[in-house]
């Protein structure tokens, strides 16, 4: 009983930092359907920059989340400025292929500049700790992770939903070309669209980094997952992304209790079987 | 027949300068051993005959049939396992056990196909993907794959036809036959009755719809072919390297290297699948393994990397779409 409590637990942890996750991908889907294949990168150099910090400077990994989220938010505009827009007048192929090569560039960027090997943040307040809630006892790194990304989830989704900014990004989703005609800056909505999709995922990076391994070649499986739970959730769909990020969190976490080895393949079985009924997401339209 | 016959020497709008082309390529192949004593240079030819083939089969789905394919390492598994597995438990002379593989990459594509051509794009290219993974990842699990730990096939003592062990020069012929069969099935297809309903797909699904073409059908069709070609070049891979294991034959990288391979040369023509392996691999051969050696990793895909933004951003023909451009002088 204990040991189930703690299974899902975790996975629903797990859920809202995948949610997180895809939050950015969803949106970035939704303004200008393209699929961004760099978005494990970005995530990556979050954690690239939650290590440095701690390593080289003395800062906390918990104090450098906004310059992991500052990093982020200019990585996505110049990837915006300088490929997406170029990409996006060209077919399907090409679009695809374009986030690929960023995704390629930026993973073995990361590699050159600081080696292949696979590094864990050795210190940090938060580091190795456990808090006990009564009957059972969870890492408090993960908790922390967590609830900033529910706190984050729900300040973006409140960005979208309640302000002017918000409801020009969504207006420019809805139909780009009648956002123009209304005064909208569509280009620059995309740009910050982006910019949101590499901040939230550099902010994920960030607290990731403290319980997981940090690695170049680390951003692949947490793209799949995140393309996972968008899909099972809905493509531009936000409010499917984090019930789906729940979803791809429990799945993960019960399943690698079992079969730690298949663990992510439960995931791409679950996004096919998703696909297979219900090609647009639990929630997409 | 004729027309059959007809169709698989013939180019498309320069048939004479196309014909000097690749007499010419098949000369230079043909005489390579004789000149290069170098076994790296030899090792570099090898491999890219192996990936113009890989190429030349992912061109068929992904160049004619505008379908992003990112899964194609798993069908290049199953023909390099059903070989190596059939070898070592029941001594499968070679020529038997490549249709096996064929075989299983097919019915596996047949079995998930319609499923997956319920979706277009982006949302095709993943689920191409997460199969792929999944498979990966399964083989990495199964025991009677050997896991992690690979496939060794036993080494014979004297050069071997039924088990296709000879010296690096045998292996040379080998992918050359292997590859000009698939180079001409494929001038064959693209103007068969298949390859102009693939590309009438490509192009314009609704009009090739209204015109009486079954689309998924189609696509379907495409879909598995291109997945007994690639079991192809897998069965090769076994009996050329002698080891396999699911990181070696089934990565993503593989898939995502025949893609783009392809990408960079020219998607949907018959000549780019050669030209991207040409451009490539002789890239990663020598200034990758050079820079790897001076402690630089990486370097290799970074310069992937970019090539691949900056073809994607002005060139989305690749190669083939300039020297095309040059050709009509425009």
Not at chain 2, 68 to 93: I, S
Not at chain 2, 237 to 242: A, C, E, G, N, R
Request: proline share 3%; hydrophobic share 55%; net charge positive.
């Amino acid at each position: 009983m204990e040991l189930a409590t703690q299974i899902i637990t975790y996975g629903v942890l797990m859920g809202f930092v995948f949610a997180f996750i895809a939050l950015g991908l969803s949106l970035i889907f939704g303004v200008m359907n393209i699929v961004n294949f760099a978005h494990g990168e970005f995530l990556m150099v979050g954690m690239y920059v939650a290590l440095l910090t701690s390593t080289y400077l003395p800062l906390d990994p918990l104090v450098s989340l906004p310059i992991a989220a500052a990093i982020g938010f200019v990585l996505g505009v110049f990837s915006y400025r300088f490929l997406i827009t170029h990409i996006l007048r060209g077919p399907m192929v090409a679009q695809l292929f374009g986030t690929f090569g960023l995704m390629l560039f930026l993973r073995y960027l990361v590699m050159f500049i600081f080696g292949p090997d696979v590094r864990t943040l050795s210190h940090g307040v938060l580091v190795g700790k456990n808090i006990s809630l009564g009957w059972i006892s969870l890492d408090a790194s993960k908790v922390m992770a967590a609830g900033l990304c529910l706190l984050l989830f729900a300040f973006v989704y409140w960005m979208i939903y309640r302000t002017k900014l918000g409801r020009a990004l969504r207006a420019t989703s809805l139909d780009a070309e009648a956002a123009r005609y209304m005064g909208i800056d569509t280009e620059r909505m995309n740009g910050f669209a982006w910019g949101i999709g590499g901040a939230t995922v550099g902010i994920a990076g960030g607290l990731l980094a403290h319980f997981y391994y940090i690695t170049p070649t680390i951003g692949m499986l947490f793209v799949l997952i995140a393309f996972a739970t968008v899909a099972l959730g809905g493509f531009g769909s936000i409010s499917g992304a984090f019930l789906a990020g729940i979803i791809v969190g429990l799945i993960q976490g019960v399943g690698g209790h079992y079969l730690s080895e298949l663990k992510f393949t439960f995931i791409y079985i679950a996004y096919f079987l998703t696909v297979v009924f219900r090609p647009r997401g639990l929630f997409g339209w | 027949m004729r027309r059959v016959l007809r169709d698989i020497f013939s180019f498309g709008d320069r048939p004479f300068f196309e014909r000097i082309v690749l007499l010419v390529f098949v000369v230079v192949v043909l005489i390579f051993p004789w000149f290069v004593e170098s076994a790296y240079a030899r090792a570099v030819m090898i491999k890219f005959l192996l990936f113009a083939l890989f190429a030349l089969g992912w061109n068929l789905i992904g160049g004619y049939g505008g379908q992003v394919d990112l899964g194609q390492a798993k069908n290049v598994g199953f023909g390099a396992y059903a070989t190596a597995l059939m070898m070592l438990h029941w001594r499968t002379p070679f020529w038997l056990t490549v249709p096996v593989g064929m075989f299983f990459a097919t019915a596996e594509s047949f079995a998930v196909a319609y499923p997956m051509f319920r979706l277009r794009g982006h949302y095709f290219a993943i689920a191409t993907l997460c199969v792929a993974l999944a498979w990966k990842e399964l083989f990495v699990f199964w025991d009677w794959t050997g896991g992690a730990r690979g496939v060794e096939i036993p080494i014979r003592p004297t050069p071997n036809f039924t088990y296709m062990q000879f010296g690096e020069v045998g292996y040379h012929y080998f992918i050359f036959g292997l590859f000009m069969a698939q180079f001409l099935f494929m001038n064959w297809f693209r103007k068969a009755k298949l390859g102009y309903e693939l590309q009438a797909v490509r192009d314009n699904e609704d009009a090739a719809a209204s015109l009486g073409i079954n689309v998924t059908g189609t696509k379907v069709k495409a879909y598995c072919i291109t997945a007994a070609l690639g079991a192809i070049g897998g069965s090769f891979m076994t009996v050329y390297y002698l080891y396999i294991d699911p990181e070696m034959v089934m990565p993503l990288d593989l898939s995502i290297l025949i893609a783009m391979t392809v990408m960079v040369g020219g998607a949907g023509s018959i000549w780019g699948p050669m030209i991207g392996a040409a451009a490539l691999i002789p890239l990663d051969m020598y200034l990758g393994a050079w820079l790897a050696g001076g402690g630089y990793y990486g370097i290799d895909f970074i310069i992937y990397g970019f090539i691949i933004m900056i073809i994607a951003a002005y060139e989305p023909k690749g190669v083939w779409g300039i020297i095309e451009r040059i050709i009509k002088g425009r």
